[in-house]
């Protein structure tokens, strides 16, 4: 049984319908539901496992999260039809119902899920849209940490070890 399909795109010249509002944009790729889920996914998760206080980690608090969550809504101004994109997915799926969220993060499995969008996007996405897609989840990661450490100091040995990490699963590095 195949899965469904999420179609996803670049848009034509982003040039206004008649109603004054932005065309539909064209598929230039599908992914299925599976791959629509992870990616869509993958930026809380970064949130989570970001947050999580650990050995040379101190506790980020509040504003942390808070700093994640704008960076995730950051997206919206992407010049990216598959961030802004992914971004009204996770609006659209969080209208008001809270999900069952597992506090417990596997920073393995994360950089597991992270390999994993980055060669569903290789496959599948426009290379600009998979390069914004995976700086951008690198961006949410990056203020999270930010907002954890102590102002005006660089990230904690521990958080850089993370963003590293992060950022070669991402294939940013």
């Not at 791959?35 to 993958?42: G, S």
Request: hydrophobic fraction near 45%; charge should be positive; charged fraction near 20%.
């Amino acid at each position: 049984m195949l899965a469904p399909e999420v179609p996803m795109s670049h848009s034509v010249a982003g040039e206004p319908s008649s109603a004054g509002r932005r065309a539909a944009p064209l598929t230039t790729a599908v992914y299925t539901v599976a791959e629509w889920d992870l990616l869509t996914a993958l930026p809380g998760r970064v949130i989570v496992a970001a947050a999580v206080p650990g050995p040379g980690r101190p506790h980020p608090g509040v504003a942390a999260g808070l700093a994640g969550l704008d960076a995730v809504a950051a997206g919206r101004a992407f010049d990216s039809d598959l961030v802004r994109a992914v971004v009204a997915a996770i609006y659209a799926r969080h209208d008001g119902v809270a999900d069952p969220v597992d506090r417990r993060t596997d920073v393995v499995d994360l950089l597991a899920a992270c390999r994993d969008a980055t060669r569903v996007l290789r496959r599948r996405a426009d290379p600009a849209d998979s390069a914004a897609y995976r700086q951008w989840v690198q961006s949410v990661a990056a203020r999270v940490c930010r907002a954890a450490g102590a102002p005006g100091l660089p990230p904690a040995p521990a958080d850089r070890r993370f963003l590293d990490r992060l950022g070669g699963a991402l294939g940013l590095r």
